[in-house]
């Protein structure tokens, strides 16, 4: 049951972070074109790709219509997270870094308690039971 309850607390925050982060690429496109130009990226079709990334990522892992796209989805976000974070390291902004390590842990959280939560199994998280070897 704590499974079940950390599984979907971690998914309801990491969707909330990602699209929160998508409403702000929205609504502050000025400002999230210069941040990722600070970064040393080309912010003229990046934006645009980013907020359809984070508003499809969490809609796929939320709805859980295809296991292997919910699974794709994880592994999608997982690359985003470290690069987001690797990146705001990279120009020495540590603070900048902060929401993507949050996110891992909420991503890592999620993914390793899906099977408790979801009636259709990842093939690639760890099982919901565990069994033991017969003593002997």
């Not at 309801?12 to 972070?17: E, G, I, R, T, Y």
């Not at 040393?40 to 359809?52: D, K, N, Q």
């Amino acid at each position: 049951m704590a499974a079940t309850y950390t599984y979907w607390l971690s998914t309801a925050l990491l969707s909330l972070l990602y699209l929160a982060s998508a409403s702000m690429y929205i609504a502050k496109g000025d400002f999230v074109r210069k941040a990722q130009a600070d970064l040393g990226y080309s912010a003229s079709y990046l934006v645009p790709f980013m907020i359809g990334v984070k508003v499809l990522g969490p809609l796929a892992i939320l709805s859980r219509m295809n296991v292997a796209l919910s699974d794709l989805a994880y592994a999608g976000i997982l690359y985003h997270l470290i690069l987001s974070g690797l990146a705001h390291l990279g120009v020495r902004k540590p603070a900048g870094a902060v929401p993507a390590a949050v996110g891992l842990v909420l991503l890592v959280a999620s993914f390793v308690t899906q099977n408790a939560a979801r009636e259709l199994p990842s093939p690639y998280a760890p099982s919901a039971t565990v069994t033991r070897a017969p003593l002997i």
